[in-house]
């Protein structure tokens, strides 16, 4: 949970900036009676060293937000580049100098009674300070939910749709009243799809193994990011393919991954310790590594960061792919 925002916050609301306590939509908007919008999440992280807040794949987040939308038939008329400007754009109209959370929100905005959908659509883009959402630091205790995760043909849970959170609000609510940190849902066929706002990696026999993007999870940048550092810097194999709950219970190492939560161990599921209870190798060096890459830190990621403030240090962006990163091209200290 995260405090309420300063009301005088600037915010981009139907193509204007606007204070928040300006940014109101009526009663009867369409998005608010059945869901029918689509939100994005993107991290900035404020570096001491650099001075300055990395937005943390922008353009990635902008487009899958823009594709998705399309389910909808949501058009949202910028494009991902302008998206990512209007962005640090707004960083820099509220001078944070923290860590922030962007809320990009597109929805259906006829204002009237029936659930059929028109053409009238409307977007906003809000960034908020924000540190920690979840305290994972000594690791997580999660739960499996009784409350099985969407189906692609009743609500697709590879988009972020509104009205589809109220699966994760059902599922999240309950571990938390049951005392667990986080919820991890398992799809119709029983078996493992992600946690309540993350997707989740457990390591087996040294391989890092996530459940592929046809079992009803978000198709996560985040999944994304850590899948690329764990097979070209930490040269482990990633395993996509069906999990069973039980392996939960036997698996060396467990952890959650989102925008939010960033990377977070989990060593309990359903009272029982993951391996010996401690985080393990694996998870302490793709967290270290995914921090580092997201604060900038490392040459070859560089392209991963885009930089609100007008940058002291210009950005790698234009950088050649590589096939293998050296420990070399890593650091930028
Ligand atoms: C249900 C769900 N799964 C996974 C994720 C992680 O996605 P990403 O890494 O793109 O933030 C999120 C993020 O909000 C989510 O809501």
């Keep these: 949970m995260t405090a309420e925002l300063d009301p005088n916050t600037i915010v981009y609301f139907r193509g204007k900036y606007v204070p928040l306590r300006e940014a109101q939509v ?15 999440g993107i991290r900035g ?4 060293g650099e001075h300055q807040v990395f937005l943390v794949r922008p353009r990635e987040h902008y487009q899958r937000w823009k594709r998705n939308c399309g389910i909808l038939h949501i058009d949202v008329p910028a494009s991902a580049e302008e998206l990512t400007a209007i962005t640090a754009d707004l960083v820099r109209r509220n001078a944070f100098h923290t860590d922030i959370y962007v809320r990009p929100l597109a929805w259906k905005c006829a204002e009237r009674i029936g659930v059929s ?10 960034a908020v300070p924000f540190g920690e959402y979840l305290h994972s630091d000594t690791g997580l205790h999660a739960g499996v939910s009784t409350w099985r995760r969407i189906e692609d043909n009743a609500i697709p849970a590879r988009a972020k749709i509104c009205g589809a959170y109220v699966n994760s609000a059902l599922a999240s609510d309950d571990a ?7 919820a991890i849902l398992l799809n119709e066929n029983g078996q493992v799809a992600e946690g309540a706002t993350c997707n989740l990696f457990m390591v087996r026999k040294g391989d890092l193994i996530t459940p592929p993007v046809t079992e009803n999870v978000l198709e996560g940048i985040t999944r994304d990011s850590v899948m690329e550092l764990a097979v070209r810097v ?11 709950r039980s392996e939960l219970y036997i698996c060396e190492e467990l952890f959650l991954t989102g925008t939010a939560v960033g990377i977070a161990p989990v060593v309990r599921v ?7 209870g401690a985080i393990g190798a694996t998870t302490r060096e793709v967290r270290r590594l995914y921090f580092e890459a997201t604060r900038g830190h490392l040459r070859a990621y560089r392209k991963w960061v885009f930089p609100a403030f007008p ?3 210009p950005r790698e962006q234009q950088e050649p792919e590589t096939n293998a990163v050296s420990l070399a091209e890593m650091s930028v200290r």
């Design 26 to 40: 009526g009663i009867l908007t369409h998005a608010l009676h059945y869901g029918t919008g689509v939100f994005e």
């Design 311 to 313: 940058a002291a240090t």
């Design 117 to 126: 959908t028109d053409d009238r659509d409307a977007f906003a883009l809000v």
């Design 270 to 276: 359903d009272h029982r310790a993951v391996y010996d």
């Design 176 to 182: 938390r009243r049951a005392g667990f940190d986080e």
């Design 45 to 48: 992280y404020w570096d001491d």
């Design 234 to 244: 930490m040269g482990l194999k990633v395993v996509e393919r069906p999990i069973d």
